[in-house]
């Protein structure tokens, strides 16, 4: 794709053969944190840190912005582009070079890293890989979960709300970072029954207005 920010091919950073070399994802986050700039980052910047690390750092990382109230529209429309490659079974995410370069506030991830990285810690000691599937279908479970949970996410009024589908998506992401079946399935059930309750809320408001 002309424009476009890529990674070289590589074997996939997120394989359950490499995982083993892998950090773990509260240790991947400190680590951004530690080296974070103080005003804004890029996606590109993103990118460069990660190096063999790929869409589970990347959509966790915006989905934590996500749930930033005035940040949630702007992270969520970028959560589709690793969603969809996601889907498609693509090895890296690819953001086109506006994107890819277009600044994004520090501040505000920064407290939300701050905030997340406790709790992971805290969850990686049950945490651990079992229950394990082909990369290719987690890639594409997790890539389709995260599509409808951006739409979600996007479509919901109320600031506070938005919270819950950011919640799942890090959930969704922490279990393709540490290769945990077990939490991945608590995630796709998470996203199953979100959707299902927001379904059922649509469809009594035009029951009430019908």
Do not use: C
Not at 179 to 206: E, H, P, Q, R, Y
């Amino acid at each position: 794709m002309a424009g476009a920010i890529t990674h070289p091919a590589e074997p996939d950073p997120d394989s359950h053969q490499d995982s083993g070399l892998l950090l773990t994802a509260s240790e991947v986050l400190q680590e951004m944190l530690d080296s974070l700039p103080p005003d804004h980052f890029t996606l590109g910047w993103l990118s460069g840190r990660l190096q063999r690390r790929s869409f589970g750092v990347i959509v966790l990382v915006l989905a934590l912005t996500a749930m930033v109230p005035g940040l949630s529209y702007m992270a969520g429309l970028l959560l589709f582009a690793p969603a969809i490659a996601m889907i498609a079974g693509h090895s890296a995410p690819t953001f086109p070079d506006r994107i890819a370069n277009r600044p994004l506030p520090a501040r505000h991830f920064a407290l939300a890293v701050r905030r997340t990285v406790p709790a992971l810690r805290y969850l990686e000691k049950i945490i651990r890989p079992r229950w394990q599937l082909p990369l290719g279908a987690t890639k594409r479970l997790v890539g389709a979960a995260v599509f409808l949970l951006t739409s979600l996410l996007l479509l919901t009024p109320l600031p506070f709300i938005q919270v819950v589908p950011g919640i799942i998506i890090v959930i969704l992401s922490v279990a393709y970072l540490e290769d945990d079946g077990l939490l991945l399935s608590l995630g796709l059930f998470a996203t199953i029954a979100l959707l299902g309750a927001s379904a059922g809320a649509v469809w009594g408001m035009i029951v009430a207005l019908s």
